[in-house]
């Protein structure tokens, strides 16, 4: 597998389990054998580490010795689950710490099943990124990602009487063996104060901040390992510690106030994620996160590359950074702070090498999601940056006037600081050399509605990355018996090259084929039935069809269309019990954010549905309803390999792009889903008659948003089907001790009295059709051949969608790097 070089230096299964059982002594004070499973783990764990810290030294050694151009991707999230197993089997001696493990008397699964998952994301921007890191090492391009390490992550959710309640993960509580701590790359972020102004013997201004609270941050370095290449690029996330732990400077001159402030700033500012996807909250404590981090990544990449260049006006050669979402914005402001007011820059060429360094992903078209920020809580925790942004807007509107003479419209619709407020893709878009959609229609919508002011003044900066997700960790690590058999039909190239995948349609028709892979999701599909008869204690048959929604929970992704139609379809098998019906599990798995009451509320729904269905006898298991708790990177790599259908049913327009719907693609699952997002792609990859599609189009949608004519009530009025499945919402047909229960449901759909627009996402406008497309998906799958021969052409079919070749259009059209190779 490996070139010869590195098979000389390759590790045996003996030195590892030296490691180990050394670190079961000097840890743990113990032998292997004494260990309980979660010291296994840790002594597994940091052998690991050892086994790729020689890669990471060699892999930044050969970065600096050719001076490469490195990209930054800033996140504010960065969901990258369980490390451990994932590195195994990118490791190329991944063999012999499997057979070390394994002649230990030691079980691999076990051992990965002890580590948290480091969910330091909310959803899909998150795991993106995470996908990306490992791209990135994997085709060897210089790479950082730039985080926060929150000490909570996201929250574990937990089930109580059908509701979501929160639970702090304390993810760190016993370590993280894998990460290093960098205090020699601490630096200074500062926080309020006032900026002052003065002039030097030359006539020229400079600024200064005073008065200002201050923060050490502290970076954390976790490896991310490129497959079977010896690369190990940096997840550098920052954590925050008081500059000095007590500040008795401030304390003698009596401003014991101000010190314990500075203190407790420090101890809050990484404390937790919010876990808020897709909605503003405006809250003063994200924006410091936000501002702390950048502060400390900008801070640090420029240090880095005037250790080894003098000219900081060409640092866009050896510098990009790629700005995921608004959330880091403030790069823009930061950078120009620093090559002003550190390295002296004038405006003008500051400006210039900031506009060359700084790229923007956007990641949404919902307006909640617009972060904007109040000019009074802006400037007065952030001074300069204020300063320097009124300073970008003022050219900016100047520039658009210039371009639109008297068209005042258009500053008002594009100025940066406007109404009271900053509004930060404005600024992003105002200030990135690139700006990119994360799907094909969502980048057209950009261009064409959301953003048309932008690309119309603008248009060489926008362009389309479609996203992808890594098959190492979704199909490799996630599936290893499907995996298995991929590699036995087409060889292993596809690891690292997917569109080789391409090679199973020959076996799409091949009857023997067929059966191998049902008979491969019937296993994996056993496996999931059995994490559900542990989790929920419900029994479901792994022959049934699994229908599975998992995803953030969020109205415009409907998860309320599918609990509709599962009811619909209850009170079909209730009515007619003599009609054939091909048994189906429902399965979904979501988390809230603590304060979406709706979304809330379709949880506990759910989970009132499924306690019904799924103790009614007399529908003999025809229809099972589960709810997974707490759904997570861990799970969800089981979730997928078990899946038969893939819930895709996003209002059209509002998803932009989707990531799971790749990842159950590359398991063999069936799309079933509106033309939204990267599911438009995915049809044009795989055919038509490969997947389920139904409902509005995103034009539709949009016509309908702007000019008016639906009626839900309309439908309500028209169809029976609908009208019965709406008042059990209201009878107490789900909610026998409070049948009041789900009126705010009723009335999101119904009532314009309570919102302001009743149905906003057609789900009612949806409904005829999505039972339609139901109905096929049943019939399809009776038709076991046809099936096999759909599920093994969305396997085949799904080579455009590996974040290998995201990441290589990045590298091409907007960062420029250039390949490395390392060489132990
Ligand atoms: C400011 C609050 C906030 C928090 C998170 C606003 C917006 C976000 C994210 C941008 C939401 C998000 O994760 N968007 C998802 O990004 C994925 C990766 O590109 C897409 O696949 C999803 O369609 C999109 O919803």
């Known amino acids: 597998r490996t070139g010869l070089i590195n098979d000389v230096v390759e590790l045996t299964s003996e030195q590892f389990k030296f490691k180990v059982s050394e670190n079961a002594k000097n840890i743990f004070r113990k032998t292997i054998d004494e260990l309980d499973d979660r010291q296994k783990f840790q002594a597994v764990a940091y052998a690991v580490k050892d086994v790729i810290i020689d890669e990471w030294i060699a892999t930044h050694r050969v970065y600096d010795k050719k001076d490469v151009k490195t990209v930054y991707y800033l996140s504010m999230e960065f969901l990258m689950g369980r490390a451990l197993g994932n590195i195994i089997i990118n490791l190329s001696c991944r063999d012999e710490i499997k057979k070390a493990i394994k002649e230990l008397g030691l079980d691999i699964n076990v051992i990965e099943d002890q580590e948290p998952d480091a969910a330091l994301g909310n959803g899909g921007l998150g795991r993106l990124a995470a ?55 601490a630096c200074e972020v500062k926080f309020g104060g006032y900026t002052r102004t003065f002039t030097d013997e030359n006539g020229r201004s400079h600024f200064t901040q005073d008065g200002y609270q201050s923060i050490r941050a502290i970076p954390y370095d976790l490896p991310i390992v490129g497959y079977s290449n010896n690369v190990v690029n940096t997840l550098r996330i920052w954590d925050a510690e008081p500059l000095v732990s007590f500040n008795l400077d401030e304390f003698d001159k009596g401003d014991y106030h101000a010190a314990v402030e500075q203190e407790n700033l420090a101890k809050t500012i ?27 990544s900008v801070q640090t990449a420029v240090k880095k590359y ?12 050896k510098v990009v950074f790629q700005m995921n979402d608004t959330h880091p914005t403030l790069t823009v402001a930061e950078l120009m702070r620093i090559l002003m007011d550190v390295y002296m820059l004038e405006w003008d060429e500051a400006w210039e090498v900031t506009t060359k360094c700084v790229a923007y992903t956007n990641h949404t078209i919902m307006s909640e999601a617009l972060e904007k920020w109040p000019i009074e809580l802006f400037s007065r925790l952030l001074p300069r940056c204020y300063q320097i942004i009124e300073e970008i807007n003022r050219r900016f509107c100047i520039s658009i006037e210039e371009k639109y003479p008297g068209d005042r419209g258009k500053v008002e619709r594009m100025a940066i600081i406007y109404d009271g407020q900053v509004k930060m893709a404005h600024l992003a878009i105002a200030a990135g050399f690139s700006v990119n959609g994360v799907a094909r229609l969502h980048t057209e919508i950009l261009k064409n509605q959301e953003l048309k002011d932008f690309y119309e003044m603008m248009p060489e900066k926008f362009n389309n990355k479609t996203n992808g997700i890594t098959q190492r960790r979704f199909l490799l690590h996630a599936n290893p018996l499907l995996a298995e058999w991929v590699t036995g039909k087409i060889g292993d190239e596809w690891i690292t090259n997917l569109s ?90 979501a988390k809230a954010a603590a304060g979406y009451k709706i979304a809330k509320l379709t949880i506990k729904l759910i989970n009132s549905v499924a306690d019904v269905i799924n103790n009614d006898a007399s529908i003999e298991g025809k229809l099972k309803v589960v709810f997974i708790e707490d759904y997570k990177v861990s799970n969800a790599e089981i979730i997928f390999a078990a899946a038969d259908v893939s819930e895709q049913i996003s209002t059209a327009s509002k998803e932009a792009s989707g990531t799971g719907n790749m990842k159950f693609m590359l398991n063999g699952a069936l799309t079933l889903g509106t033309m939204d997002g990267a599911n438009v792609e995915i049809v044009e990859e795989v055919g038509e008659e490969n997947a389920f599609i139904f409902g509005l189009s995103s034009d539709e949608v949009i016509n309908y948003e702007q000019n008016g004519g639906y009626d839900p009530m309309k439908i309500f009025n028209e169809d029976m089907d609908v009208r019965k499945v709406l008042m059990q919402l209201i009878n107490g047909f789900y909610a026998p001790d409070d049948p009041e229960r789900f009126r705010d449901i009723y009335n999101s759909l119904l009532n314009t009295k309570s919102t302001d627009v009743a149905d906003r996402y057609f789900i009612l406008k949806d409904f005829r059709a999505y039972i339609e497309a139901q109905k096929a998906v049943e019939e399809a799958y009776k038709d076991e051949k046809r099936w096999a021969k759909s599920a093994i052409l969305n396997v085949a079919n799904a080579g455009k969608f590996s974040s290998d070749r995201t990441i290589e259009e990045y590298v091409k059209d907007i960062w420029k790097l250039k390949k490395v190779k390392v060489e132990v």
Request: proline content about 4%.
């Open 500 to 589: 080789h995948i391409k090679e199973l349609e020959v076996y799409a028709d091949d009857r023997k084929c067929q059966k191998e892979f049902m008979n491969i999701k019937y296993k994996n599909k056993k496996r999931l039935a059995e994490y559900i008869k542990k989790h929920n204690g419900i029994d479901v048959d792994p022959r049934s069809i699994f229908d599975v929604q998992v995803k953030r929970l969020h109205e415009y992704k409907r998860q309320l269309l599918n609990i509709l139609h599962v009811m619909y379809l209850y009170n079909e098998i209730k009515e007619h019990p003599e009609k054939e019906f091909y048994p189906r599990t429902f399965v979904f798995g």
């Open 131 to 185: 996908c990306f890191l490992d791209s990135l090492a994997t085709l060897g391009y210089p790479a950082y990602g730039c985080g926060i390490r929150y000490k909570y992550g996201f929250f574990q959710q937990k089930i109580e009487d059908g509701y979501q309640k929160e639970v702090p993960e304390d993810w760190l509580r016993y370590g993280n063996p894998l990460e290093v701590r960098r205090d020699e790359y």
């Open 306 to 317: 005037m250790d080894k260049h003098k000219d900081i006006k060409k640092l866009h050669e």
């Open 270 to 296: 990484t404390e937790v994620l919010y876990p808020n996807d897709n909605h503003m909250s405006g809250k003063e404590l994200r924006l410091k996160q936000q501002y702390f981090f950048i502060s400390a």
